[in-house]
C-alpha cells in the first residue's frame, strides 16, 4: 500500500522554527519527485516547495529563503524545515507525490499554527 505520513506540526510562535517529516512507503521513494502542499483555513490548497529525485529544489516565493526541503533516501522521508515562520504560514501541510497519469498520493497532513 502507498502510504505518505506526515508529522511534527504543532503551535509556534512567529519568528519560530519547525521541522516536517514525511515518511513514505509502498513505492520506489528514490525515483519520484515529492512535494509539500498546505491549505490555510478558508483557503484553497498552495503549492509550497518539490524536490527532485535528483534532489533539486523549488520554492513557491511566500517561503523562498525561510524554508528548505531536503530528502534522505535510506530513511524514505522527505523533510520541511521552516524557519523564521510568519501567522500567514499557519496551514494545514500536506506532502504529495505524483506515481503516474491520474496517480496522485497525499497524505493526512500536520497543522501548523503560527501564533502569539
Known amino acids: 500500500e502507498v502510504q505518505l505520513v506526515e508529522s511534527g506540526g504543532g503551535l509556534v510562535q512567529p519568528g519560530g522554527s519547525l521541522r516536517l517529516s514525511c515518511a513514505a512507503s509502498?513505492?520506489?521513494?528514490?525515483?519520484?519527485?515529492m512535494s509539500w502542499v498546505r491549505q490555510a483555513p478558508g483557503k484553497g490548497p498552495e503549492w509550497v516547495s518539490a524536490?527532485?529525485?535528483?534532489?533539486?529544489?523549488a520554492y513557491a516565493n511566500s517561503v523562498k529563503g525561510r524554508f528548505t526541503i531536503s530528502r534522505v533516501y535510506a530513511k524514505n522521508t522527505v523533510y520541511l524545515q521552516m524557519n523564521s515562520l510568519k501567522p500567514e504560514d499557519t496551514a494545514v501541510y500536506y506532502c504529495?507525490?505524483?506515481?503516474?497519469?491520474?496517480?496522485?498520493?497525499w497524505g493526512q497532513g500536520t497543522l501548523v499554527t503560527v501564533s502569539s
Open positions: 504529495n507525490v505524483q506515481l503516474g497519469p491520474g496517480l496522485e498520493v
Open positions: 524536490i527532485t529525485s535528483g534532489r533539486d529544489t
Open positions: 509502498g513505492f520506489t521513494f528514490g525515483s519520484y519527485d
